[in-house]
């Protein structure tokens, strides 16, 4: 990209947000008085589709459904980019989560610093990882009350970890656990029923592109892990350092890559996908799926986040195209020879509502509709008028294909004025079945169970 037309580009968006923030003089664009209103939401026998579909928080609430499409998209408008950060609050006394009618939430653990993946080892205890605190806590809850009765911190000292996975899968007694910090991949020894790391962390991939404050970081920090059905592979999200550059920072990111378990034959499996920042692998298939965000500043409803399948080998388009051939205006006219190559993802998201993790339902306590279908966190958009995401989302399923529609299935953490008090991150399912959700705002670690 030519630097001076970047730079440019990122001068004329800061002042459109200093001017925008400043004055609060464009009442669409201006987070109180766009966000104030009733919220309307959705019917829920209906699959909303076009522009209803597009929507935002008002219309949210459990069983609420979107199916978005390529084709009920607007062109890109840069000049239409708004900030609209949300405003933090606390959480109202006595409120909970809202969930369909059957299921319940009660907090599993509080007073947690920005808790983000949760897994559940095969014996049932629950590891949340803390990035605010660089550490992992372990939960075990043994006669599946809801309330631990033993929280212990399994490591600590790390560096601002996202990403754990128990490793070889599919086993009572994995041998290990690993975490993806920002920059590196480092496992620790482990048996059913450790709370403590048993010893030091062995370093097995230490030149991962960082985010955050480490030394060349920035962009996109967080990295995901996770291990092919067969364990002989070692997946890697690696998101962006930037929105929507194509420079040299960008080497190695925006991208998923493959090593094997000790961390060598480091492969690209896909490219061109901003930030992946969720991976799962689907049980029956043993494909790898993804959560990704969206690039931003082209508008209020582009581009679609989306949850996917990985394709091997696949190239999702960041930076020069979106959604397939749609060439992004930012570089017009780059790359001719990839127009044909994007690979269209299989569930679009609302723009901007920052998908981050998934997993796939494998417990028996829900219904059986709910079984083999996806549950997706969504953190919440900074890059459009009216607010989307801050939501937990279900994606059907069947025979190892998404459906193409998502349903709303926990809401309810943004207030009537547009405050938010609270912003999923983690999923994962508990022994029991009861489904774990990580909300780094509130900190707290809710369980929805089903019959209680």
């Given at each position: 990209?030519?630097?001076?037309?970047?730079?440019?580009?990122?001068?004329?968006?800061?002042?459109?947000?200093?001017?925008?923030l400043g004055t609060g003089a464009l009442a669409s664009c201006s987070p109180k008085r766009a966000e104030v209103t009733t919220p309307q939401p959705a019917p829920t026998d209906v699959i909303l589709t076009g522009t209803d579909a597009l929507g935002d928080w008002t219309t949210d609430a459990p069983g609420v459904k979107r199916k978005i499409t390529v084709a009920d998209l607007p062109p890109p408008n840069e000049d239409e980019s708004v900030v609209n950060r949300s405003t933090k609050t606390d959480r109202p006394a006595g409120v909970f989560p809202k969930v369909p009618s059957g299921f319940t939430v009660n907090?599993?653990?509080?007073?947690?610093?920005?808790?983000?993946?949760?897994?559940?080892?095969?014996?049932?205890?629950?590891?949340?990882?803390?990035?605010?605190?660089?550490?992992?806590?372990?939960?075990?809850?043994?006669?599946?009350?809801?309330?631990?009765?033993?929280?212990?911190?399994?490591?600590?000292?790390?560096?601002?970890?996202?990403?754990?996975?128990?490793?070889?899968?599919?086993?009572?007694?994995?041998?290990?656990?690993?975490?993806?910090?920002?920059?590196?991949?480092?496992?620790?020894?482990?048996?059913?029923?450790?709370?403590?790391?048993?010893?030091?962390?062995?370093?097995?991939?230490?030149?991962?592109?960082?985010?955050?404050?480490?030394?060349?970081?920035?962009?996109?920090?967080?990295?995901?892990?996770?291990?092919?059905?067969?364990?002989?592979?070692?997946?890697?999200?690696?998101?962006?350092?930037?929105?929507?550059?194509?420079?040299?920072?960008?080497?190695?990111?925006?991208?998923?890559?493959?090593?094997?378990?000790?961390?060598?034959?480091?492969?690209?499996?896909?490219?061109?996908?901003?930030?992946?920042?969720?991976?799962?692998?689907?049980?029956?298939?043993?494909?790898?799926?993804?959560?990704?965000?969206?690039?931003?500043?082209?508008?209020?409803?582009?581009?679609?986040?989306?949850?996917?399948?990985?394709?091997?080998?696949?190239?999702?388009?960041?930076?020069?195209?979106?959604?397939?051939?749609?060439?992004?205006?930012?570089?017009?006219?780059?790359?001719?020879?990839?127009?044909?190559?994007?690979?269209?993802?299989?569930?679009?998201?609302?723009?901007?509502?920052?998908?981050?993790?998934?997993?796939?339902?494998?417990?028996?306590?829900?219904?059986?509709?709910?079984?083999?279908?996806?549950?997706?966190?969504?953190?919440?958009?900074?890059?459009?008028?009216?607010?989307?995401?801050?939501?937990?989302?279900?994606?059907?399923?069947?025979?190892?294909?998404?459906?193409?529609?998502?349903?709303?299935?926990?809401?309810?953490?943004?207030?009537?004025?547009?405050?938010?008090?609270?912003?999923?991150?983690?999923?994962?399912?508990?022994?029991?079945?009861?489904?774990?959700?990580?909300?780094?705002?509130?900190?707290?670690?809710?369980?929805?169970?089903?019959?209680?």
């Amino acid at each position: 990209m030519d630097d001076r037309r970047s730079d440019y580009r990122r001068a004329r968006h800061r002042a459109a947000q200093v001017l925008l923030l400043g004055t609060g003089a464009l009442a669409s664009c201006s987070p109180k008085r766009a966000e104030v209103t009733t919220p309307q939401p959705a019917p829920t026998d209906v699959i909303l589709t076009g522009t209803d579909a597009l929507g935002d928080w008002t219309t949210d609430a459990p069983g609420v459904k979107r199916k978005i499409t390529v084709a009920d998209l607007p062109p890109p408008n840069e000049d239409e980019s708004v900030v609209n950060r949300s405003t933090k609050t606390d959480r109202p006394a006595g409120v909970f989560p809202k969930v369909p009618s059957g299921f319940t939430v009660n907090e599993l653990a509080t007073g947690l610093d920005e808790p983000r993946v949760v897994q559940v080892a095969p014996n049932g205890d629950i590891f949340v990882v803390e990035s605010g605190a660089d550490r992992v806590q372990v939960f075990r809850d043994a006669d599946g009350d809801g309330k631990p009765e033993i929280r212990s911190t399994f490591v600590e000292d790390l560096k601002h970890p996202f990403g754990l996975a128990f490793y070889p899968t599919g086993t009572d007694a994995p041998t290990h656990v690993y975490i993806a910090n920002t920059d590196s991949v480092v496992r620790f020894p482990y048996k059913p029923g450790d709370t403590k790391a048993s010893g030091p962390a062995e370093p097995l991939v230490t030149n991962i592109p960082s985010g955050k404050e480490t030394v060349g970081g920035g962009g996109h920090w967080t990295r995901d892990i996770e291990f092919s059905k067969d364990n002989q592979r070692m997946f890697v999200s690696v998101g962006s350092k930037s929105n929507v550059d194509d420079d040299e920072d960008e080497v190695r990111r925006a991208c998923i890559l493959a090593f094997t378990p000790d961390g060598k034959n480091e492969t690209l499996y896909a490219s061109g996908i901003r930030n992946p920042v969720g991976l799962a692998i689907e049980p029956s298939t043993g494909v790898l799926w993804t959560s990704v965000n969206e690039r931003d500043e082209l508008g209020d409803n582009l581009v679609p986040d989306y949850v996917t399948r990985v394709q091997e080998g696949g190239f999702y388009g960041w930076p020069w195209y979106y959604l397939g051939p749609n060439q992004d205006p930012r570089h017009e006219g780059k790359h001719p020879e990839l127009k044909d190559k994007v690979i269209v993802p299989d569930v679009l998201i609302q723009s901007h509502s920052a998908s981050l993790d998934l997993t796939f339902y494998t417990g028996q306590q829900f219904p059986a509709e709910y079984r083999g279908h996806i549950f997706a966190a969504q953190h919440g958009s900074w890059n459009r008028s009216r607010r989307t995401g801050y939501k937990v989302v279900r994606i059907p399923v069947e025979n190892g294909k998404a459906a193409g529609y998502y349903e709303d299935f926990m809401t309810g953490f943004v207030a009537k004025n547009g405050d938010v008090w609270g912003r999923p991150v983690g999923v994962a399912v508990a022994k029991d079945g009861a489904l774990l959700v990580t909300d780094d705002q509130s900190n707290t670690v809710w369980r929805v169970t089903y019959g209680e």
